[in-house]
Nanobody
């Protein structure tokens, strides 16, 4: 029923900044936990940042202090502000919406957007 579409990826230099956006549709956004995940070539997908419907956040240790997740329920969007980017941040970034109230839980993924950090 729901759909997530990411945008804002691209090529940046180490130390630079990038802002990713995720647009949601299908009445899934406001009650869900929203998150950003990433997957680098040859590596497992990992959680980067999440925010619950009440605004509680969680971050991957290696991005704390550099990345900030935010959501705008009126616009059905969730953003990831990425500062002081490092080459190891290079990955495809995916937007996620999760709600375990349902059986089975609702777990919705976007198609991903490429982030490349290189000089």
């Amino acid at each position: 029923q729901g759909q997530l579409v990411e945008s804002g990826g691209g090529l940046v230099q180490p130390g630079g900044s990038l802002r990713l956006s995720c647009a949601a549709s299908g009445r899934i956004f406001s009650p869900y936990t929203m998150g950003w995940y990433r997957q680098a070539p040859g590596k497992q997908r990992e959680l980067v940042a999440t925010m619950t419907a009440l605004g509680i956040t969680d971050y991957l240790d290696s991005v704390k202090g550099r990345f900030t997740i935010s959501r705008d329920n009126a616009k059905d969007t969730v953003d990831l502000q990425m500062d002081n980017l490092k080459p190891e941040d290079t990955a495809v970034y995916y937007c996620n919406a999760y709600n375990n109230y349902y059986a089975p839980p609702h777990d919705i993924w976007g198609q991903g957007t490429q982030v490349t950090v290189s000089s």
